[in-house]
């Protein structure tokens, strides 16, 4: 007869068994891991993006990529106002970093001696310690390794988080970015049919509080050590003194605005790691959008203005219709305007009258 210490026994001596059968798989996963072909990628500055597959050609790999932080004064408007700046690789906001669903994701983060805090990273895309924050905070002259699986798609915010108050401090000052994570047959429509880009652009939206001396002028300060009390004061107002597309007013304007021709279909991604904004194309539209940014949703269609809660990456799909220049703002009108969330589209091409005709030029009107 089985007595119960034998059956709890026997059942334990089972469970143990059961939990050694499945550890094998799972070690034998693990192992694999090393095992999968390793691309390192190059990253480029925003707004452009760095060559990637949008249908992933074989199976999941190991993507390498490299940040280097860069503590440096940035001019950040006309009137040469300068932010003592934190960076991931001098940029702001950082590069995007592009893999496909399944990819596993090998960062190296570097914090070079000629900084002066440290720093870390917290991926939105990542899942457990801090999204990889607890895993990588370096001190200058250090360098952490994180590697994560990319298992969700999308477009998401990775950015510094060092802890406390250094954590909005770090991400007003620059230090994030976006990564994305393209599904391994790429983005679809509602219905499931593929949807493909010809371009691709990445805006980062960052929120500035510059301090300002007792004339009102903005301040500047020796170092980012420096400039922390004063502008913590402006954080605390909620009150932004700059609100910039790609780390300054008029970064993607002029001969920086974004090229784009007729019939091209261009995937435009933008994050705010801290405030909610409101894309929109003047003249243009949000063909299909992922306000969510997170692509296994089925995108919005024919959008006029899309929301990108502060904290999130989203992408909008848009083909041109007719050529000209296009803003491309924060539709709070008074930051596009006045605080500098504005960037320009030059697109080239033919002018298409069905879509758009003056039937009758301005005149004066004539009484009667
Ligand atoms: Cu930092």
């Known amino acids: 007869m089985l007595t119960r210490r034998e059956a709890l026994l026997g059942a334990a001596t089972a469970t143990v068994a059961a939990a050694a059968v499945s550890a094998l798989p799972a070690m034998a996963a693990v192992e694999n891991v090393e095992d999968l072909p390793r691309e390192k990628v190059t990253l480029v500055p925003p707004p452009f993006v760095h060559a990637h597959e949008q249908v992933a050609s074989g199976g999941p790999k190991i993507k390498e990529f490299t940040l280097n932080i860069e503590e440096k004064p940035m001019v950040i408007d006309d009137e040469g106002t300068v932010l003592q700046a934190m960076t991931y690789n001098g940029s702001i906001p950082g590069p995007l970093m592009v893999v496909h669903e399944g990819d596993y994701v090998e960062l190296t983060l570097r914090n ?35 590697r994560f699986k990319a298992t969700r798609p999308g477009v998401f915010v990775y950015h510094c988080a060092p802890g406390g108050p250094m954590i909005p401090w770090h991400v007003v000052c620059g230090m994030a970015g976006t ?74 304007t002029g001969d920086k605005a974004l090229p784009a021709k007729v019939g091209e279909r261009v995937l435009i991604v933008h994050s705010q790691a801290n405030r909610d904004t409101r894309p929109h194309l003047i003249g243009g539209h949000g063909d299909y959008v992922w306000e969510e940014g997170k692509f296994a949703n089925p995108p919005a269609k024919d959008l006029e203005t899309w929301f990108i809660r502060g904290g999130s990456a989203g992408a909008a799909l848009y083909t041109f219709l007719q050529p000209g220049i296009y803003a491309y703002v924060n539709h709070n009108l008074i930051e596009a305007v006045e605080l500098g969330a504005t960037a320009h589209f030059t697109v080239e091409g033919d002018w298409d009258d069905d879509l758009m005709k003056q039937v009758m030029p301005p005149r004066p009107i004539v009484a009667g």
């Open 112 to 146: 070079p001696d000629t900084n002066t805090l440290a720093h870390n990273i917290d991926f939105h895309a990542a899942t457990g310690a801090l999204g990889g924050a607890e895993l990588t905070l370096v001190n200058p002259g250090e360098e952490a390794m994180l």
């Open 179 to 252: 990564i994305m994570v393209l599904p391994r047959d790429g983005l679809k429509d509602e219905n499931g049919k593929p949807l493909a880009y010809d371009r691709i652009y990445y805006v980062g939206e960052n929120d500035f509080y510059i301090p300002r001396d007792e004339n009102g002028n903005f301040r500047a300060y020796e170092s980012v050590g420096d400039s922390y009390d004063d502008m913590l004061q402006v954080m605390r107002t909620l009150t932004p003194t700059h609100v910039v597309f790609n780390g300054a007013k008029n970064a993607l």
